[in-house]
């Protein structure tokens, strides 16, 4: 079991910065491929970055391209979601999820197996 805890949310003006920290217990996430969503209000969840095992492959969602970067420290036991020129539309609740499988950067949701219980990101025009 793999219990994984989001933090870092808040309320930021459109183009500033916030960093979202994802802390997992019960396994070591080297053996996890981890995976960061989002749920705005009345909007099914949707995936917004994924990180391979070692970090050495990522994926994003087109809308979050080139803003958003995630990254991980395994040492650590954490995964991370830099976040860049917030926009109004990023507002939501962000989830993080692990894939025990770990195989490659899953950008699916059925593929995940643990979730966190999410962490509100709020953007003010």
């Known amino acids: 079991q793999v219990h994984v805890v989001e933090s870092g949310g808040g309320l930021v003006q459109a183009g500033g910065s916030l960093r979202l920290s994802c802390a997992a217990s019960?396994?070591?996430?080297?053996?996890?491929?981890m995976g960061w969503f989002r749920q705005g209000t009345g909007k099914e969840r949707e995936f917004v970055a994924s990180?391979?095992?070692?970090?050495?492959?990522?994926y994003y969602a087109d809308s979050v391209k080139g803003r958003f970067n995630i990254s991980r420290d395994n040492g650590k036991n954490t995964v991370y979601l830099q976040m860049n020129s917030l926009k109004p539309e990023d507002t939501a609740v962000y989830y993080c999820?692990?894939?025990?499988?770990?195989?490659?950067?899953?950008?699916?949701?059925?593929?995940?197996?643990?979730w966190g219980q999410g962490t509100q990101v709020t953007v003010s025009s």
């Open positions: 999820a692990a894939d025990r499988h770990g195989l490659g950067a899953t950008r699916g949701i059925g593929a995940y197996d643990y």
């Open positions: 990180i391979n095992r070692s970090g050495g492959m990522t």
């Open positions: 019960g396994r070591t996430i080297s053996t996890l491929t």
